[in-house]
């Protein structure tokens, strides 16, 4: 049994043929409802990846800092409002308003040290 062009054409388009014949069986019978809701169903969860996707980057781009760690200098990436440990020096640091802060516990007092050039007094 030998299949030319115009069979292997007809095979193909079956499945089709077939899905356009519900859809006009249905229109036909009152039902067109049934396929404007099912176009409609087919179209949200063809948009809904893409909706997704654009939320999610649009969210990252707000929420996304890089900046330079203040005890070592080293740039990295973290989230905003969030917690998170230097990989370089492993400092506790906090994200606030685009930029990463020492993490200090409520109480603790943070200073800075200044170098001062020893003097020797002679009596």
């Given at each position: 049994?030998?299949?030319?062009?115009?069979?292997?054409?007809m095979l193909n388009l079956?499945?089709?043929l077939t899905f356009l014949a519900v859809i006009w069986l249905l229109g036909s019978l009152g039902l067109g409802w049934l396929?404007?809701?099912l176009f409609i169903l087919f179209a949200l969860?063809?948009?809904a990846p893409v909706v997704a996707f654009v939320g999610f980057?649009?969210?990252?781009?707000?929420?996304?800092v890089t900046?330079?760690?203040?005890?070592?200098?080293?740039?990295?990436?973290?989230?905003?409002?969030?917690q998170l440990q230097c990989p370089n020096c492993g400092e506790q640091l906090s994200v606030q308003k685009g930029h990463?802060?020492?993490f200090a516990p409520e109480g603790t007092i943070d200073v800075t040290a200044?170098?001062?050039q020893a003097q020797s007094l002679e009596d």
């Open positions: 049994m030998s299949f030319n062009n115009s069979q292997l054409n079956r499945p089709l396929v404007k809701s969860l063809s948009l980057r649009w969210w990252l781009q707000r929420n996304l900046d330079k760690c203040p005890v070592c200098a080293y740039e990295f990436t973290g989230l905003n409002n969030s990463f802060q020492r200044v170098e001062v």
